[in-house]
């Protein structure tokens, strides 16, 4: 095998001629060992080690500045079934220049692909990279992070399942006692089954916290006045004034005492402390009603946004772990403009050419 970078990112020229032998790359940081790995995986892929299809490939100068008019390509050399195989990707500035104008004008950039010198597209060119090997086998083979750091835990599972076989759903829930609470929570549905039920509640709490604000006005609003109780004093006024009269009595009861009064006077204090007694625990009671019933309904708001948090905490967490999705996503975004752009391109070479054929 061998493998010629040109403009590569920092490298300005490399060849590397291992001879069929194993090769090994040292070096401190920032020298270029990663550079290189990134080339050839975008020979192959169109993409660096880390699996980004957009990335920094041209080459800049000791300030940091872009250096126009370069290709940057890569080329390789690799042995196959016995046969040698030549793939080069070359990466370039397109500049135009318009009618009327003198200077050229700069306006993007396009890939050219060879296969044993020749040219050909995009497409029969990653037709024939497919053809000798998958990249997701080529990156688990390659690189030992790759399954860990880069896959989604999904495919992560399926390529365990074909490596080592399926576990039906029902054997590992009697594996072992610790799994009854799960089994329960499923309730005979499958995992994925439960996931769709998942989210659909997910989507009601998302819809239940949009009218939280609203249910707490509203409870706010319902809450028991207390502002009537202002007549408390006049009730505590009252009780002062019958202990008072309690007093006076039990003093006329101290002077009659000797008399024939004493049963009378007796009788006469016992039922003023009854009637005491009597108000005290009738406004004692209608006000521990009162703040019984506010006590109740402000447990149960507090309860009820618990509950919310809770559901909240549940749809966060869901929400995390779709954020892999979306840089899946993202990633095919990109191959998928990148596609665009050389449509783009072709179609603009085509209109160039017959417009150039018109005159």
Known sequence: MELEL?????????KLKPGGQDLNIYGQNKTGKTTIM??????????????????????KDDDGNVLHGLNHSVKGTLEIGGSQLTLERIYREKWQKKKGSANKRFTGHTTDYKISGSPVKK????????????????????????????????????????????????????????????????DNRTIEQHKKKVRGEMKEINEELENIPVRIDEANNNLPEISGYDDWKEIQARIESLKSKKKQKEKELSKAESGNGVAEKQKRLAEIETEIQELKNK?????????????????????????????????????????KDIQSNKNEQDELREEWNELQEEKEKLLEENWTGEL
């Open 123 to 186: 497409k029969e060119y990653e037709r024939k990279i497919n053809d000798i090997i998958d990249e997701e086998v080529f990156r688990l083979l390659t690189d030992p992070r790759y399954f860990c750091e880069q896959l989604h835990w999904e495919e992560r599972r399926e390529i365990l399942i074909e490596a080592c076989g399926n576990v039906e759903q029902d054997e590992v829930m009697n594996a072992g006692d610790g799994l009854k609470k799960l089994k329960k929570v499923l």
């Open 283 to 323: 406004h004692s009671a209608d006000i521990q009603d009162e703040l019984q019933e506010k006590r109740k309904k402000f447990n149960e708001i507090c309860n009820k946004i618990d509950e919310v948090s809770q559901k909240i905490k549940r749809a966060k967490n869901c929400i995390k772990y779709n954020q």
């Open 38 to 59: 990134d080339a050839f995986l975008w020979l192959l892929f169109g993409k660096d080690s880390r699996g980004q299809a957009q990335f920094d490939i041209k080459t």
């Open 6 to 14: 040109q403009n590569f990112k920092g490298i300005r020229e490399l």
